[in-house]
């Protein structure tokens, strides 16, 4: 089956500093991978896909990602943390139904 | 606007009772969800729906049981509810089979078994 896992369950950078969040998955097949974005007492909205058609994916709230085979990666970044992207990131892998990693929770300091 | 509903934000039931969680979604979306989300676990998948009265196990489905009687609305059943599942329980829903659909999911209900 295939799986995601979530490099590091806590995340905190400075406002304006570089967010990297770290995903890896195992699939034998192609995957489709997901980011999804949990803020506090609401449910999980999508921050992007990769659907194969481009290994750099762009996102809403200027996120992006990308895919890299060689390393089975798909991390999670951000040139410049806003207090606004606080909140909990999930990366995901899309089999039969979606696998979810544990998750990755994000503050921004002042 | 895509739309998933479901029924109560926060649950408080005792042990041994019967629960119903309800999630309706808008969109004529084919496939439908439910999960648990604990801390550091992340969301676990515990039964899906591809059609009307058909269901399948997830990765979690011991102790709950699901029912979709409408296209629209996917229930989830704890037949005696334990302490054990207290949690949030997330509900989703996607377009059709394909595997690059996303999901979309309600605010979640937050069940405590006391």
């Known amino acids: 089956a295939q799986s995601v896992t979530q490099l590091g369950s806590h995340v905190s950078v400075s406002e304006g500093a570089l967010v990297l969040l770290r995903c890896n998955y195992s699939?034998?097949?192609?995957?489709?991978l997901f980011w999804y974005v949990q803020y506090p007492n609401q449910g999980l909205q999508l921050l992007l896909k990769?659907?194969?058609?481009?290994?750099l994916v762009k996102g809403i709230n200027g996120f992006e990602a990308e895919f890299k085979k060689s390393e089975t990666s798909f991390h999670l970044t951000k040139p410049s943390a806003h207090m606004s992207d606080a909140a909990e990131y999930f990366c995901?892998?899309?089999?039969?139904?979606?696998?979810f990693g544990a998750g990755t929770r994000l503050t921004v300091k002042p | 606007d895509v739309k998933v509903t479901q029924s109560s934000r926060y649950l408080v039931k005792r042990t041994g009772e019967k629960v119903f969680l309800e999630c309706v979604q808008d969109?004529?979306?084919?496939?439908m969800f439910w999960y648990r989300q604990d801390p550091g676990l992340g969301l676990r998948l515990i039964y899906f729906?591809?059609?009307?009265?058909?269901?399948e196990k997830g990765d979690i489905p011991e102790g709950y049981s699901v029912s979709r009687e409408k296209k629209e609305r996917f229930s989830l059943i704890l037949e005696s509810a334990s302490t054990n599942q207290t949690s949030m329980y997330l509900c989703?829903?996607?377009?059709?089979?394909?595997?690059?659909?996303?999901?979309?999911f309600g605010p979640g209900t937050r069940l405590t078994v006391t």
């Open positions: 989703a829903s996607s377009l059709s089979r394909g595997l690059s659909y996303e999901q979309y």
């Open positions: 699939s034998s097949v192609p995957p489709y």
């Open positions: 990769y659907t194969s058609a481009a290994t």
């Open positions: 995901a892998v899309s089999e039969l139904a979606m696998r």
């Open positions: 969109m004529d979306h084919e496939n």
């Open positions: 729906s591809y059609d009307v009265k058909m269901k």
